[in-house]
């Protein structure tokens, strides 16, 4: 099993960057896909969550209108469009698995699988 994220990398603030996640090892199609995020000095958060189908998502609000979660289940692939980034969103980005169906701020409460991050640093 394993989870990679990648797209990372170093944006002015108001820019844009797109994460991957590519699984490989276990069926995407039953798995809730979580993004989270720890900054420097900070405890890991949740930012977003996308359920199986794709027909339900979550944002924590700090990033609600300027994030995007997809999936593209035959590409076993999971991406987060990052717009108007801020400084504030530097941080490491993983991305999880949970098993079965979730949606809403209780999705990032189970994780079944971890990846590695990638690194998200917004100069100011």
């Known amino acids: 099993v394993q989870l990679q994220a990648s797209g990372g990398g170093l944006v002015q603030a108001g820019g844009s960057l797109r994460l991957s996640c590519e699984v490989s090892?276990?069926?995407?199609?039953?798995?809730?896909i979580q993004w989270f995020r720890q900054a420097p000095g900070k405890e890991r958060e949740g930012v977003s969550c996308?359920?199986?189908?794709?027909?339900?998502?979550h944002y924590v609000d700090s990033v609600k209108g300027r994030f995007t979660i997809s999936r593209d289940n035959a590409k076993s692939r999971v991406y987060l469009q990052m717009n108007s980034l801020k400084s504030e969103d530097t941080a490491v980005y993983y991305c999880?698995?949970?098993?079965?169906?979730?949606?809403?701020?209780?999705?990032?409460?189970?994780?079944?699988?971890w990846g590695k991050g990638t690194l998200v640093t917004v100069s100011s």
């Open positions: 996308i359920n199986n189908s794709g027909g339900r998502t």
């Open positions: 090892g276990f069926t995407l199609d039953y798995y809730t």
């Open positions: 999880a698995a949970r098993r079965g169906s979730s949606g809403g701020d209780s999705c990032y409460v189970r994780v079944n699988y």
